[in-house]
């Protein structure tokens, strides 16, 4: 509900681009901060007990944002700050919460389990929070964000009801801790060196450099030139988590089916054709099964990578590896956001989606070769990765 109340939010106070797409800028600044550390954090502590203390933090924040707005304190500069917390905790969460995953269910059936854990952060992101966030955002200002903390609480609880512990390594076996900067070169060394897991890095750095652009202008776009209200504006959301819902429910029986070779191309032209409707076409319904689209294919491309990189990443590296993994996507994510603003401002509202087009189709052309079957199939195949950590 945030991530729609937000740019309203800000939209109800000023029509500059520039100043609207600030909002989804600072969101993503911590991913870029801390990143890192977070992957570092999360191979060095209990990943579940991480992922509890980080959703109490992300309460408070929102409620102290909420209770802004009730009484008329709030102003926009608050809600850069509570995106700024909230983000922080959001980026350790995700890396801890990957690194979680291939403890808690066996090799065979991790494209299962990243697709129900995709499946049901798209049902509550984008199903529910997408028209309940622009209707709630109506009827006032606060309840996104006051309903924001309740959710966030209730993950604490459910998240702390996960019987175990869940740390990269046992403390019998765990090396001596030493510099941050040198675990987070380990990361970084054991990505680079995997070709796969290093295209995939850099392709949807540069993927998410155009569509972040592309969204933070979204709003704009949906009641300019589309025609749209606030509510309508969240159910361009909804049709995005739609697809994204359908490709999560049937998504490994889809990648098995289809190869994961063909389900990363294939999603290739889907970028490209998702940013060629948004820049020539003045229908919502159009649009609307564009975002639709984009939506199966975004939950292909998490089931395939994710899998991908949990499979070829020993445990104590996960965390690291996967943060790594996020720094890159998170750069194209901030340089997205405030790149988007300011094509728009210079050249018109439809020129981030005209680049985001050349883009995609340069990407497409350049990665295209680099996940053929063979290549794939001996990831998939391959026992995982026994490399050892570093400790000199």
Known sequence: MATVAAPLYVAARTDDPLVVSVASGVAWLPWLLFALPGGVLADRMDRRRLMVVIDWVRVVALAVLGGAMLTGRAGVLLLYVVLFVVNTGEIVFRSASQAMLPTVVPRARLEQANGWLGGGTTLANGMLAGPLG????????????????????????????????????????????????????????????????????????????????????????????????????????????????????????LVARVTATWTVRIGLLIEAGLHLALAASTSAWLIGFALFAFGVHGALWGIVFSSLRQRLTPS???????????????????????????????????????????VAVGVSAATWRVFDRATVAAAYAEPEARQPVTTG
């Open 134 to 253: 622009g209707f709630l955002f109506v009827v006032a200002e606060s309840i996104p964000f006051l309903v924001n903390a309740g959710t966030y609480a209730l993950s604490a609880v459910l998240v702390a009801l996960v019987a175990g512990s869940y740390r990269g390594v046992d403390d019998a076996d765990r090396p001596a801790v030493r510099s941050m900067r040198a675990e987070i070169m380990d990361g970084f060394r054991f990505l680079t060196g995997q070709r796969l897991l290093r295209t995939m890095a850099v392709l949807i750095g540069l993927l998410n450099l155009t569509l972040t652009a592309a969204l933070a202008v979204l709003v704009l776009l949906a009641t300019d030139r589309l025609g749209l209200d606030t509510v309508g504006y969240g159910l361009l959301f909804t049709a995005m988590s739609a697809g994204g819902l359908l490709g999560a429910a049937v998504g490994d029986r």
């Open 316 to 358: 104590a590296l996960r965390g690291r590896v996967g943060a790594t993994t996020l720094f890159i996507a998170a750069g194209g994510n901030c340089a997205g956001a405030l790149l988007g603003g300011a094509i728009a401002t210079t050249f018109g509202l439809t020129a981030p989606y005209w680049v985001g087009f050349v």
